[in-house]
């Protein structure tokens, strides 16, 4: 079993930005020749907006950075996961509503204090 990035998802269109997801993941999958490397959940709304987690391989991950290389060491965050929360909101912004996203351990580490 892949060890996971697990990834908060908040947006104003569950239906548009988990389809806009799965397409960009699929096409990365496809990319690097990898299957059944991400689960979306269903979502929950709350105060006009859905929450949803998005789970992706390290795998899958490690293997956008063999393929883009120094692109990727390019992208904005520290970490790994950090980097692939850019690239992945690069290539959502514009084909979805507002959306937010963010490592969940992150938000859970600081859920007591201000952010």
């Given at each position: 079993?892949?060890?996971r990035?697990?990834?908060?998802?908040?947006?104003?269109?569950?239906?548009?930005?988990?389809?806009?997801?799965?397409?960009?993941?699929?096409?990365?999958?496809?990319?690097?020749?990898s299957?059944?490397?991400?689960?979306?959940?269903?979502?929950?709304?709350?105060?006009?907006?859905?929450?949803?987690?998005?789970?992706?391989?390290?795998?899958?991950?490690?293997?956008?950075?063999?393929?883009?290389?120094?692109?990727?060491?390019?992208?904005?965050?520290?970490?790994?996961?950090?980097?692939?929360?850019?690239?992945?909101?690069?290539?959502?912004?514009?084909?979805?509503?507002?959306?937010?996203?963010?490592?969940?351990?992150?938000?859970?580490?600081?859920?007591?204090?201000?952010?």
């Amino acid at each position: 079993m892949d060890e996971r990035v697990h990834i908060n998802v908040s947006t104003v269109d569950y239906d548009k930005t988990s389809k806009v997801m799965i397409q960009q993941l699929s096409l990365l999958e496809e990319m690097v020749h990898s299957e059944d490397s991400f689960v979306l959940t269903d979502s929950e709304f709350a105060f006009g907006w859905h929450f949803f987690v998005l789970s992706v391989n390290i795998s899958l991950i490690q293997k956008l950075v063999e393929m883009i290389g120094p692109d990727f060491k390019k992208l904005k965050g520290k970490t790994i996961e950090k980097k692939f929360l850019t690239w992945l909101t690069n290539h959502i912004e514009g084909k979805s509503p507002r959306f937010k996203i963010a490592i969940k351990e992150e938000m859970e580490s600081s859920k007591f204090g201000i952010f």
